[in-house]
């Protein structure tokens, strides 16, 4: 049998990567859509190049993901490029609208043009639920987004069931929690307080400056999301599935385990800065993924805890590494 192929948007970013290592141990040929940028940076997948195929395109331009289509004809297409970070999506909230919501439309309408036998999974977020309505979350819970990028992604979300049913075409919304990993960019807050961890242990840095420590999160591991993903388009009958741990943990939880783990006590360190603070808040999500264990037989296999302490150890080695100059 032939290569499997396929092709991913967003790349570059912290699901992107992991997802392309889990696409090629299964054997497929890989492409990347890159957008152009007068600096390459491709940290997280510089270990995989060689291995995979980076393209060029942006969710802004309908002919560069018409084109991709045509010249790749893949099997598969993982829509994770957006603009992901929700205060940007205050900031800008047009482009916002532009990335995560219109660019959806784009690469489903690419599909639709070139081949409609091409499965698409689209990238859609719990931020959907936002001020929720019924804890835990479900694949049946209504949405109620409480920010432009949450918004733009139940845009994304109800395109992509829209087109599944107006054409047929094999596509999935994955409803995924938060899911983190020392490849997170550094403006999340779990990366943020275990690469401020890592400095303050270091001596680096003197404080760790934060917003709402009340805020409650669903964390998960990136590693076993990307997983969910591809299990999602290798089901007879598209669907869409909540991922999730079914655990809920405060950030001030998250900031007592990462300065622990270094023999550190919190309260000497963290400020609370209300320049963090956001216009609306998701006070707490929590998702409940029966559908995915039992339709996918996916589970998660990292603990919140875990996660956190090989994040934090991750951060102490790379500033380590830096100050070697490695
Ligand atoms: P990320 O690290 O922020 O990566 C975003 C990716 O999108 C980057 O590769 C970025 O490329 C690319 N991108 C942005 N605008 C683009 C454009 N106009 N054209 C082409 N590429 C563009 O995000 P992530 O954490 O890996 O998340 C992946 C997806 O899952 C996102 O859609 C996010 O909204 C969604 N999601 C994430 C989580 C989570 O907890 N991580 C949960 C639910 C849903 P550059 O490198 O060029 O900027
Ligand atoms: N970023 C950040 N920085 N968040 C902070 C801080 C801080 O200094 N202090 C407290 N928080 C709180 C935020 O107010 C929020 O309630 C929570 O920490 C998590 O913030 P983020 O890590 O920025 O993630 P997010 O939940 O807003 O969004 C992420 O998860 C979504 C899925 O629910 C992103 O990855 C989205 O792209 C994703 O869709």
Redesign the pocket.
């Known amino acids: 049998m032939s290569k499997k192929t396929a092709l991913i948007t967003g790349i570059t970013g912290q699901d992107g990567s992991y997802l392309a290592e889990y696409l090629l141990e299964q054997g497929y040929k890989v492409y990347g859509m890159v957008r152009r940028s007068s600096v390459e940076k491709f940290d997280r997948i510089d270990h995989l190049i060689g291995d995979i195929e980076l393209v060029q395109g942006d969710l802004l331009d309908q002919l560069s993901l018409i084109s991709l289509m045509e010249k790749i004809r893949p099997d598969e297409v993982y829509n994770l490029a ?1 603009q ?4 940007t999506s205050w900031a800008q909230p047009t482009l916002t609208a532009e990335f995560t919501a219109v660019g959806v439309i784009r690469v489903l309408e690419a599909i639709r043009l070139v081949d409609r036998s091409i499965r698409f999974y689209q ?1 859609s ?3 959907m639920f936002g001020k929720v309505r019924e804890t835990p979350q479900t694949e049946m819970t209504p949405f109620y987004p409480r ?1 432009p ?2 918004v733009a ?1 139940v845009f994304g979300h109800y395109i992509t069931v829209n087109y599944r049913e107006s054409y047929g075409i094999y596509a999935c919304s994955g409803i ?5 990993s020392p490849r997170r960019g550094l ?6 307080v275990t690469d401020g961890v890592a400095r303050i242990k270091l001596g680096k840095q003197d404080e760790l ?5 009340d ?3 669903d964390w998960g591991y990136a590693g076993d999301y990307v997983k969910a993903m591809w299990l999602m388009l290798q089901q007879p009958q598209p669907d869409d599935y909540v991922i999730a741990t079914g655990k809920a943990h405060s ?1 001030r939880e998250l900031v007592d385990i990462a300065f622990k783990h270094v023999g550190l006590d919190w309260k000497k360190y963290v400020k609370i ?1 209300k320049a ?3 216009p609306a ?3 707490l ?1 929590i998702g409940d993924c029966s559908k995915a264990r039992k339709v996918l037989g996916w589970e998660p296999t990292v603990s919140f805890e875990e996660m956190i302490c090989m994040m934090v150890d991750a951060d102490l080695k790379l500033l380590s590494e830096e100050d070697k100059g490695g």
């Open positions: 957006a992901s970070f929700v205060p990238a977020s719990s931020e920010s990028y949450g992604k995924l929690f938060n899911h983190e403006e999340f807050v779990t990366r943020k400056r934060l917003g709402n420590l805020a409650q999160r950030v800065d963090y603070l956001r808040e998701v006070d999500l």
